[in-house]
């Protein structure tokens, strides 16, 4: 994998000259990844992309070739050139682990190293977490909203190439069986599924020749489209093709709700009760709802999902919240916060856990100022060590990601399952020292980050 070094902005290198040149960059400091809210109506979100992150960290070297762009374009000086050709981040990074549920001021990353080595991860950092959680966030709704029935994920070609692949592999984590996108599978093991499109109908001369190609190849138990021209005739052909055998048939126009309802009506009458119904065509939450009550068997997701949902990024911000007096190892740590009008943050270095009641239902989002938060016998703490002092431990299967985000979402209030425009959840309850603090983030004002 080529360096990631790069994947950032101007003005993080021009901090860093700066620092190294009047002897800051040096001292410890707390940077923390969290978002000061929701998008708008939405009740939780979805922690995605801390394996890509983790990936990225690997890889952020200054070679030969970055270094000679950098002076080239006069980003660095030749002191700040040397720093970097032996960069290796040796801090520690905490963070909530993939798949998990967070809420407003959840501090989602807690890197804790000098000033140096934590201000060049911000833009890097935020891009994967950013995109990720947005995708992540979108197809826990559209899952949730599923239930039993299968969710796919289809939107490659409504997005940017590399970020199809985070998004098939961030879709996955929040209960999306498969993805259209081969790479993902290739590099995430993501299961990959896709059958035909319309061309390969109109490739043949007849819509019957086209099924018997693609039966022959793929066996009976293959999905065919079947809205090219006439539906009910192609869904005749599929089934006399397949003596009633045929695994699927996909509708990707129209009335999805209606044609199910006469596509299976149809499908029974001609004995092929097993045969079942796939539905693609601009679907998202909403629209997967609506078709609840219909005989749809499994649901293809494509520019929502990978969009956001109307929400492509989760307006997560990288702030520094505490930092050293000086470069002397043993300096205390002292809180730093921005005051600045709806761009206020938090200082102090954060801890998190999750209070849930008797039955196992969250109740809050407790977050320690300075000190963890104290919780009884079956409240979750919620950080994980990713980094120990350089040494990168968090990584995990993509499997266990998927399957903590099960659990988790099991844990909150019903109301989070609704798809009505809401609050979030849970509130987030802000200790400091033990003590009740001010939580800025409750009045969901719109900001920017």
Known sequence: M?????????????????????????????????PRRLPPGRRYGVVAGVGRALRALRHFRFDDETIRFLIDRDVVDSETADWLAGYRFAGSIWGYPEGEIYLPGSPLLVVDGTFAEGVLLETVLLSIYNHDSAIASAASRMTVTAGDRPCIEMGSRRTQELAAVGAARAAYIAGFQATSNLEAGRRYGVPTTGTAAHSFTLLHDTEEAAFAAQLAAMGEQTTLLVDTYDVFEAVRTGVRLTQGRLGAVRLDSGDLGLLAKQVRELLDSLGATRTKIIVTSDLDEFTIATLSGAPVDGYGVGTALVTGSGHPTCGFVY?????????????????VAKKSTDKISVGGRKFALRRLDRAGVAEAEVIGIGEPPEGDENDRPLLTQFVDHGEIVGEEPLSAARERHFRSRAELPIEALKMSRGEPVIETRYLDHGEDAANPYRTGKGSRS
């Open 2 to 34: 080529p360096t990631t070094a790069l994947l950032t902005d101007h003005y993080e290198l021009t901090m860093l000259r700066a620092a190294l040149r009047n002897g800051t960059a040096l001292r410890r400091s707390v940077f923390e990844l969290f």
């Open 319 to 335: 702030k520094l919240v505490a930092r050293a007096g000086s470069a002397d190892r043993d300096a205390e740590l002292v809180s």
